[in-house]
């Protein structure tokens, strides 16, 4: 997915506020989204959590938006044209819907739900996502993962997974990332990492044992969600910091409640993070966003997609700064 927005400004990090919480009890920050939309008057418009002033990261997470149910007939549905991704991975995840991708690597596949598709960017991909005429409503998330230093300039890559679901306490559990509840994803990523969709049934409470070296995000797509002592409503990502070996989730309700919980162990790299692009310095920003605009080899070219792609917003005024988390507490 592109960040689509015409004055992509960078966002800065700032200090965050100690609530109130019982002693000993792990702190669980809420984290609320911003609505932002893909592209013109009748674009989809989606619920951005990564990155904000509050959290740049989750691990190496660095990038959330949240979707829909969206009724295609209403809107232009999904339609983002090619366009360019430098220093990281995307990872798109469906409740509903069908999107079709294509990038510069060749690959051609369709997005369902409960498919994980994952892309590395590196030095330089381009993609194009498009719901399908099959898709009537399009509901999901899409994820970004930055890449550490060592492998920032890595070859272009996809893969395609479908994780087998488990049933644990009431609560049906797919991981497309990393481990959890017995399960392992193969997909390959470049720092440790935790993806699961993880559905509640009604009055169900789930205890999941998971990686103390890893903090820890929950968002909800229906709820509300207890996590720990603290209630999530839906659209909000729950932030729990590391050293904590359980996590306790609770469905307080009459109807199921979705979610997906991600981790990682913290990100410590500086990275410059400007529309689609990351990098270290404004320099890489600026560099890549004069090779997109050049139509340069770095981002290659996809030949069957019907119709143009999509162009750079200006670069600000000011010099992009690095962006890192607020230091623990």
């Known amino acids: 997915m592109s960040n689509a927005e015409t004055d992509a400004a960078a966002v800065r990090c700032g200090a965050l506020v100690e609530g109130d919480?019982?002693?000993?009890?792990?702190?669980?920050?809420?984290?609320?989204?911003?609505?932002?939309?893909?592209?013109?008057?009748?674009?989809?418009?989606?619920?951005?959590?990564?990155?904000q002033r509050?959290?740049?990261?989750?691990?190496?997470w660095c990038f959330a938006d949240h979707?829909?149910?969206?009724?295609?007939?209403?809107?232009?549905?999904m339609n983002l044209p090619p366009h360019p991704h430098t220093g990281l991975q995307t990872v798109s995840w469906l409740f509903s819907g069908e999107i079709e991708h294509r990038d510069t690597l060749g690959s051609h596949a369709l997005i369902?739900?409960?498919?994980m598709n994952l892309m590395t960017g590196g030095h330089g991909i381009a993609h194009s996502e498009v719901s399908t005429p099959n898709s009537t409503v399009i509901h999901g998330v899409q994820l970004w993962v930055a890449l550490p230093e060592e492998h920032r300039s890595t070859a272009r890559d996809f893969q395609h997974y479908v994780p087998e679901p488990v049933e644990v306490d009431g609560a049906g559990i797919k991981v497309f990332l990393g481990s959890l509840v017995g399960r392992t994803s193969p997909v390959r990523s470049f720092t440790p990492l935790l993806g699961a969709e993880i559905v509640l049934e009604p009055h169900a409470t789930l205890t999941l044992t998971v990686d103390e070296a890893f903090e820890h995000g929950l968002?909800?797509?229906?709820?509300?969600?207890?996590?720990?002592?603290t209630v999530l409503r839906p659209t909000e990502l729950g932030y729990v910091p590391r050293g904590t070996e359980t996590l306790t989730m609770a469905n307080e309700t009459d109807a199921p409640a979705r979610t997906l919980l991600l981790?990682?162990?913290p990100f410590d790299e500086e990275i410059v993070m400007w529309w689609n692009f990351i990098g270290r310095s404004h320099e890489d920003i600026a560099k890549a966003r004069e090779d997109w605009e050049a139509s340069s080899e770095r981002f290659g070219v996809i030949e069957d997609f019907p119709g143009g792609r999509?162009?750079?917003p200006a670069l600000p005024n000011s010099v992009i700064t690095p962006r890192r988390n607020p230091p623990p507490r």
């Not at 369902?112 to 498919?115: F, I, N, S």
């Open 54 to 60: 509050e959290r740049t990261l989750i691990g190496a």
């Open 310 to 312: 999509l162009s750079a």
């Open 21 to 51: 919480r019982p002693t000993g009890s792990p702190r669980v920050d809420v984290l609320s989204a911003r609505e932002v939309p893909l592209g013109g008057p009748r674009a989809m418009r989606v619920r951005r959590t990564l990155p």
């Open 263 to 265: 981790g990682g162990p």
């Open 67 to 77: 979707y829909g149910p969206h009724q295609v007939a209403a809107s232009a549905g």
């Open 112 to 115: 369902r739900p409960g498919e």
């Open 219 to 229: 968002l909800v797509d229906s709820g509300p969600i207890r996590l720990i002592d």
